[in-house]
């Protein structure tokens, strides 16, 4: 029996693909995934206050922080070489319109100055979004236009542009807009451009789906909606996944510079489809806090190995394809491949 042409398709006991196992040696040089820290994006929480450490009960190991004990996070990032941090605020008042996040003086921007004076080489990445700030929960501005209480979309536009140039101002170096509003990437692109921060990248989270992955996070942010869902604007999980492709799309004709897909694990096959149709693009792929406290939840117990469950699904969701994940586990990973 022999190999055919292409070298897949051999017989036994010609092709026996187990001589690709049983040195290490061999498995480790035609291994073709690898996990690197510089990779990888931490998420962090920052609260007004000093000296503020506060666990998140349903995210063993993460915590809300004011922004003097950030920027120790933030520094510590740069020690174990991560690619950077993704920070979302939360104001001590919340309002209808989310105005802590459009002030200069706001949670966010008070963080990032101060997470950059710490650690000015470190890559800040700032959340854009209303629902952290909005008492509603909503992720942006109410309105019922469409017969329904809902999100006002080109309503929201213009205060997420004002909001991008917030973070921008006080020194984000990258844009990170969350909301799913249609319209959004070329909102903030244009204001940044206006402000002087054409320099300034956006990472679309292009495909987000509303997903129940992002229970624990609304504990994080205390952003749980109080009226309605997301649903009107985050994605279906059910809706045809080349959906998402007209999403990225849209999103890099309206001048994204990187994309997301969100969640990760349950959504490997948009991820999947997102590179192939785009490999010269910047993938990043968000690792939520569901899948961060599942995980945790049955390490705590002894009934997953915590280190190799998360190696593993880190290297499937970049084996998908993607070249950025944002993960809770960014320190310890960084730890474990030192
Ligand atoms: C804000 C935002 C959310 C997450 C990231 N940015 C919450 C949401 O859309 O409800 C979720 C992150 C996670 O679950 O880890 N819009």
Redesign the pocket.
């Known amino acids: 029996m022999t190999n055919a042409p292409d070298g897949s398709q051999g017989r036994f006991p010609t092709t026996r693909l187990r001589r690709l196992r049983y040195h290490p040696a061999v498995r480790r040089l035609t291994r073709r995934t690898r996990l690197a820290a510089d990779q990888l994006v931490w998420?962090l929480f920052v609260r007004p206050g000093r000296g503020l450490r506060r666990e998140i009960s349903a995210m063993p190991g993460n915590y809300q922080v004011s922004p003097d004990v950030l920027a120790e996070q933030v520094a510590e990032a740069g020690c174990l070489g991560l690619g950077g941090v993704i920070l979302?605020g939360i104001p001590e008042k919340k309002d209808a319109t989310g105005s802590d996040a459009l002030s200069p003086t706001g949670i966010i921007a008070e963080a990032i100055r101060q997470a950059k004076a710490a650690a000015p080489d470190v890559l800040l990445i700032t959340?854009l979004?209303f629902?952290?700030y909005t008492d509603h929960g909503q992720?942006g501005v109410p309105g019922e236009q469409t017969g329904r209480r809902d999100v006002d979309n080109d309503a929201t536009l213009a205060r997420l542009a004002e909001q991008a140039v917030v973070h921008a101002r006080a020194g984000a170096d990258v844009i990170a807009p969350?909301?799913m509003m249609d319209g959004m990437v070329g909102a903030i692109r244009e204001a940044l451009d206006v402000a002087g921060f054409a320099h300034v990248p956006i990472m679309s989270?292009a495909a987000?789906y509303a997903s129940s992955?992002?229970g624990?996070?609304?504990e994080a942010?205390e952003?749980a909606p109080q009226w309605g869902d997301?649903r009107s604007y985050?994605m279906d999980p059910a809706a045809a996944a080349e959906q998402a492709l007209r999403e990225v799309e849209l999103d890099l004709a309206e001048g994204a510079d990187m994309v997301m897909v969100k969640p990760a694990l349950a959504y490997l096959d948009v991820i999947r489809l997102v590179r192939d149709r785009w490999p010269g693009v910047p993938l990043a792929a968000?690792n939520?806090?569901?899948e961060f406290s599942m995980v945790k939840a049955a390490a705590q117990r002894g009934w997953l190995d915590e280190r190799n469950v998360v190696l593993e699904s880190l290297t499937a969701i970049r084996r998908a394809g993607a070249d950025v994940i944002l993960t809770y586990w960014a320190p310890d990973v960084a730890r474990w491949l030192e």
């Open positions: 998420p979302f959340d979004c629902c952290e992720c969350s909301g989270y987000k992955f992002y624990p996070f609304r942010a952003s997301r985050q968000y939520v806090s569901g």
